[in-house]
């Protein structure tokens, strides 16, 4: 059963960066689609980022608009880690940042959509806080 393990949240100012890190210890792992999502105090939980699986090649990533020209997901495969680096952050950045990981034939635009969130693995979350 896969287990994801998120690591590298914390607070930090508007404008500032933090890169958050999603691990899982089972060798496969990078057949995973995997993503981040948050969820706001009152708020559902909804997609971040996601990142198709490396096995392949080409990589298939996917933004949210929110995010986009400011995170950047990637693959790691020698520490079998998906990362999110967070640059320019916003308040409304912050909330609990989960990974999740689907098995393929999700994507990583269905995935971050939650079409079927019954069958992501999740973690326990991080929490980012974004304040002056």
């Known amino acids: 059963q896969l287990q994801p393990v998120e690591s590298g949240g914390g607070s930090a100012q508007p404008g500032e960066s933090l890169t958050l890190s999603c691990t899982s210890s089972?060798?496969?792992?990078?057949?995973?689609?995997v993503g981040w999502f948050r969820q706001a105090p009152g708020k559902e939980r909804e997609g971040v980022s996601c990142?198709?699986?490396?096995?392949?090649?080409?990589?298939?990533?996917y933004y949210s608009d929110s995010v986009k020209g400011r995170f950047t997901i990637s693959r790691d495969r020698s520490r079998q880690s998906v990362d999110l680096q967070m640059n320019n952050l916003k308040p409304e950045d912050s909330g609990i940042y989960y990974c999740?990981?689907?098995?393929?034939?999700?994507?990583?635009?269905?995935?971050?959509?939650?079409?079927?969130?019954?069958?992501?693995?999740w973690g326990r979350g991080t929490q980012v806080t974004v304040s002056a």
């Open positions: 990142i198709e699986n490396s096995a392949f090649g080409d990589v298939e990533r």
């Open positions: 999740g990981a689907d098995w393929p034939p999700a994507q990583a635009e269905s995935l971050c959509a939650l079409t079927q969130p019954q069958k992501i693995h």
């Open positions: 089972e060798s496969s792992s990078d057949f995973y689609v």
